[in-house]
């Protein structure tokens, strides 16, 4: 597997002809293969812990089956508060990876944009392994993430901070169409 420099993230090509039979086993510890997407697409995350991704590329007839385990730890804004919130990742993963007939594959040059992580290099399918820990990688991040379970977030009126004090502003009136439910739900209590 060699690193190839081409755009803002580096792939990690490997050829899908040249797997032995039972497969080859691969570690991405690049921080570049998350850092430079994690620039390009301006998110707010910080790698706190090494990611690194261990994983599996069994060669099969029409592709390949990529299995692997992806951990690290990053620091993300709390959904709540927009304080750091420390998210822990171990994520497991296992895939297919479908050989795109080669007429296709001009087509997904000219459409650099799809979803396959398979190219052609000298009409020879290749598996770009840096592509596949970067999806697996943001599959594993929380659409929510939180500094912690009980985090009161900010005041929707002043934006005071509500885990480091209460604020001054009138607690919001209650939206009448909602009664309805607020019954329902001290009834269940």
């Known amino acids: 597997c060699a690193p190839e420099s081409e755009g803002p993230m580096r792939k990690y090509l490997v050829s899908i002809n040249d797997l032995p039979p039972g497969g080859k086993d691969f ?92 190219v052609y290099d000298r009409h020879a399918p290749m598996l770009d392994l840096a592509a596949v820990c970067w999806e697996e990688f943001l599959l594993a991040l929380p659409v929510a993430p939180l500094c912690r379970e009980e985090c009161r977030g900010l005041c929707p009126i002043c934006g005071t901070n509500l885990n480091e004090g209460c604020c001054a502003c009138a607690p919001e009136e209650e939206d009448p169409r909602m009664a309805p439910l607020r019954e329902l739900a001290a009834r269940r209590q």
């Open 27 to 118: 570690t991405l510890d690049d921080q570049d293969i998350w850092l430079a997407p994690l620039r390009e697409f301006h998110m707010e995350c910080r790698i706190q812990r090494r990611l690194e991704a261990h994983m599996s590329v069994v060669p099969a007839e029409d592709g390949c089956l990529v299995r692997g385990r992806l951990t690290g730890s990053v620091i993300m804004p709390c959904n709540r508060c927009a304080e750091d919130a420390a998210v822990e990742i171990d994520a497991g993963f296992e895939e297919f990876e479908e050989i795109p007939p080669e007429e296709s594959a001009a087509l997904a040059d000219a459409d650099p944009d799809g979803t396959g992580h398979v």
